[in-house]
């Protein structure tokens, strides 16, 4: 069986999580957190998260899980379309939003969720930044209904699992000029793909966690 190591909280494991769930396939997730212990850097020299295991064997970085699976289990829907063009352009829109929208959200949304003050200069000089990488998102995406077509491909994956957490997390820091307010289409396709099944259950599982780490906090405080 497939084993998904990896915190249900985590955006990249999440994205490996909706590609799994949308193929149908049969998985059990080892819930364990980043880590630098050797016996961990032995499965991901990084250190990082996800990891996937299959018969004793691992893969890290979530894009290569993906491209993995895609490999091995090439029942519909395909993460990576067959035709050479199309194929690019969900590799093209996954990096644009990991490297040009996530990537820099990261430096905000990190320190906020770990109880760390963030300086409003840091607020101001990602703003533009988040800006320029939405408005270039813009140009690429489709939302007809998923963001790269017709199909669910692996540019859904990262978009549901990173552009909800830069949303959410960053919304307090930019209440009246959110970047992704300004991507036409991306409030419409959030709604659809939560009436997918498998979205609904990474965001059911993402809100019974926040529950216990609410309850944690007050009992600490």
């Given at each position: 069986m497939i084993k998904l190591h990896g915190a249900s909280l985590s955006n990249?494991?999440?994205k490996v999580k909706l590609g799994i769930l949308e193929k149908g396939l049969e998985?059990?997730?080892i819930r364990i957190a980043p880590s630098q212990e050797e016996s961990f850097l032995k499965i991901s020299p990084m250190g990082k998260i996800?990891?996937?295991?299959?018969?004793?064997?691992f893969i890290f970085e979530s894009g290569a899980i993906l491209e993995f699976l895609d490999t091995v289990y090439p029942q519909e829907p395909k993460l990576i379309p067959n035709d050479p063009w199309e194929a690019a352009d969900v590799r093209e829109i996954t990096t644009m939003i990991e490297t040009y929208i996530d990537l820099p959200a990261r430096r905000i949304y990190i320190a906020s969720t770990r109880g760390k003050e963030v300086q409003q200069s840091l607020v101001d000089e990602i703003h533009p930044i988040l800006m320029k990488g939405v408005r270039a998102l813009q140009r690429v995406v489709?939302?007809?209904?998923?963001?790269a077509g017709k199909t669910f491909t692996m540019?859904?994956?990262?978009?549901?699992?990173?552009?909800?957490?830069?949303?959410?997390?960053?919304?307090?820091?930019?209440p009246n000029n959110h970047p992704l307010d300004?991507?036409?289409?991306?409030?419409?396709?959030v709604e659809f793909m939560k009436t997918k099944e498998g979205?609904?259950?990474?965001e059911k599982e993402k809100e019974r966690l926040r529950k216990i780490i609410a309850r944690a906090k007050v009992k600490v405080e």
């Open positions: 990249y494991v999440n998985y059990e997730q996800p990891v996937l295991e299959v018969d004793g064997r489709r939302f007809s209904p998923y963001i540019a859904d994956c990262s978009a549901f699992a990173n552009l909800t957490v830069v949303d959410e997390e960053l919304r307090k820091f930019y300004s991507l036409k289409g991306w409030k419409e396709y979205p609904a259950i990474i």
